[in-house]
């Protein structure tokens, strides 16, 4: 058993709390406010009430996170800024402070990433694709990543990044899933869906939040004998692609409507809304990611930790479910990602 600090309390550090409590792990979670409401763990292992302390720290402080690090065998940064419009503002002081407790306490560091900084593509993503992103956000992405690569390969720390796809699952927070806020919150109801940016035809990668906690949990735990985890990107365990318009079929069939209807915003109406509305003119630098195939690839992986994504249907069952708790047609509980052997 080992001590482990996830910083950010949304859906994927509480889930990434969830796995290390199950694999009998002890953690520090960092919100901002020391408050969390919501804490599967206690569903998921009973008896781990005592497992996860909650505080509350400013992840800008390097000496009040250096001291929550103490100890710990691996930091996990879940952190999601508040504003996804101040990115440039909000996270290089995050990025920095979270880089100088990893080096003070010797704790592993595994970050939860994005794809932006692969920018546009041809083919689907391995982690050896270039980093070729030119929008603000991707640039930021690559610059975070490169410069804790850069630590890691002057032996100051160890490191690596996790990338997953757009996110869906039980717990993710308002304005972080397409998915959810877009598509299951609309046709589960015999509502419209309506794509602010991009096309409804074109193959997307959804990545499910518990899938994201699995694998963060491993590598931690991993990473503590095995060096190979470090010093590297993983792309987290993600099932095949579906477009927009297929995933509004499967919630409508799901929830027992008819049928579903989804449409897109055309491209210079978004360009003109976004004048007015700040969310679309922020989604301008990524709309390219739904405007054209969009595929992870997951395999090396699935291969290196033995996991394969829980499946497409059991896992939009359970974020209907998380979604739509007034409803009764889904009321399975969340499959994790499965081991299939490492």
């Keep these: ?3 482990h600090l996830v910083l950010g309390a949304g859906g994927i550090g ?3 709390t969830s796995h290390l409590v199950g694999l009998g792990h002890t953690v520090t979670l960092v919100s901002r406010s020391g408050r969390v ?3 599967p763990w206690e569903a998921d292992s ?3 009430e005592t497992s996860v302390t909650v505080v509350a720290a400013d992840a800008r402080d390097a000496d009040r996170l250096t001291e929550l690090a103490a100890g710990a065998a691996t930091i996990v940064n879940a952190i999601n800024p508040p504003s996804y419009a101040t990115w440039a503002a909000d996270w290089p002081p995050m990025s920095a402070a979270i880089l100088a407790a990893a080096e003070r306490s010797g704790a592993g560091l595994v970050i939860i990433g994005n794809l932006y900084g692969y920018g546009q593509v041809e083919a689907p993503m391995t982690e050896q694709t270039p980093l070729g992103a030119t929008g603000e956000k991707g640039r930021l992405r690559n610059r975070m990543w490169t410069d804790a690569l850069a630590l890691h390969e ?5 490191v690596t990044e996790l990338r997953s796809s757009d996110y869906f699952g039980p717990g993710a927070t308002k304005m972080t899933s397409v998915l959810a806020d877009v598509v299951i919150d609309r046709v589960a109801h015999g509502r419209v869906a309506i794509m602010p940016v991009g096309r409804t035809d074109v193959p997307h990668s959804w990545t499910y939040i518990p899938d994201v906690g699995t694998l963060a949990a491993l590598v931690a735990e991993r990473g503590e004998g095995d060096e190979s985890v470090w010093g590297r990107a993983w792309h987290v ?3 095949p692609a579906r477009t927009i318009a297929q995933a509004a079929d499967d919630v409508a069939r799901l929830t027992g409507r008819r049928g579903s209807r989804v449409m897109a915003v055309p491209r210079p109406l978004g360009t003109a809304l976004g004048v007015v509305v700040p969310f679309l003119r922020q989604m301008r630098e990524t709309r390219h990611q739904f405007e054209r ?3 992870l690839d997951s395999s090396q992986a699935e291969a290196a930790f033995g ?3 829980t499946p497409w249907e059991q896992a939009l069952e359970a974020t209907i479910a998380d979604r739509t708790p007034d409803r009764e047609a889904v009321t399975r509980r969340p499959v994790q990602a499965r081991t299939t052997g490492s």
Excluded at 154 to 158: A, E, P, T, V, Y
């Design 307 to 309: 996991l394969t994504a």
């Design 46 to 48: 009973p008896g781990a």
């Design 1 to 3: 058993m080992s001590h």
């Design 14 to 16: 509480r889930t990434t």
């Design 293 to 295: 195939p969009f595929v």
């Design 37 to 39: 409401t919501d804490r």
């Design 237 to 239: 365990p993600t099932v």
């Design 154 to 158: 002057q032996g100051r720390i160890r």
